[in-house]
């Protein structure tokens, strides 16, 4: 969605005042070095991701993405279209991480079950609260942003996650660890589980403790992925 002024969009009253943060100190020319695109590209969207954890999507702005990355404002417009685009790829790269540091905990297992039962832990600790809080933040974004681009990343990121909870499933199923007599609902019920509790979880609205998300997880497991 192309921004509604140059420099920015979806500014707010705290932007036009100075920013709390100390921008870095500008690098002299003879001692810049010229990036290709893709990875400057990167470097911005990487500095945005802790100001998505500490202040929520709608509240950064692309001065505040400028600031972060240690360049200009110019330098963020030219290389992404919208403040929207930089925090949408900011996302990505913080979703696609976090999950491939689950993904290789679970390589580590010893079968399918201890892999979803390591999987179950790592989703729901003190520290994964930073996480889902993003997560939530990201869909909401969504449902405000009439870009169909980024309507179909977040569905992209969705794909992967299913597609890893099944595989993790079928794998057990095909190894003869245990048996399911339907996979693609058993990834949908883990993945909608998992979500309501992460939710629940932030609001605490009923309380929920991190092991009792973990509880009811592994309950779902246990239930429809019988143990041969």
Known sequence: ??????????????ESRPAARTPRRAVAAAARTRQPTEVRRRLIAEAAVPLIAERGYASVGVRDVAAAAGVSVGTVTYHFDSVQEVLS?????????????????AKEASGSAEALRLLVDALFTEDTDRHWRMWFDYWNAGDQDPDQGFARGQAERYAAWHDQIRSLAGR???????????????????????????LQRLRQAPPLTTEDARR?????????????
Not at 1 to 14: F, L, N, Q, W
Not at 174 to 198: K, M, P, Q, S
Not at 216 to 228: A, G, M, P, Q
């Open 172 to 198: 057990g199923v095909d190894e003869g660890e245990f048996t399911c007599d339907d996979l693609d609902g058993f990834t949908a019920r883990f993945a909608a589980l998992a979500d309501g509790l992460a």
């Open 1 to 14: 969605m192309a921004p509604h002024h140059p420099e920015d969009i979806r500014m707010t009253a705290s």
């Open 89 to 105: 790829e900011a996302m990505v790269l913080h979703i696609e991480a976090y999950y491939a540091a689950l993904s290789e905990a």
């Open 216 to 228: 009811h997880l592994n309950r779902l497991i246990e239930t429809e992925l019988r143990l041969t």
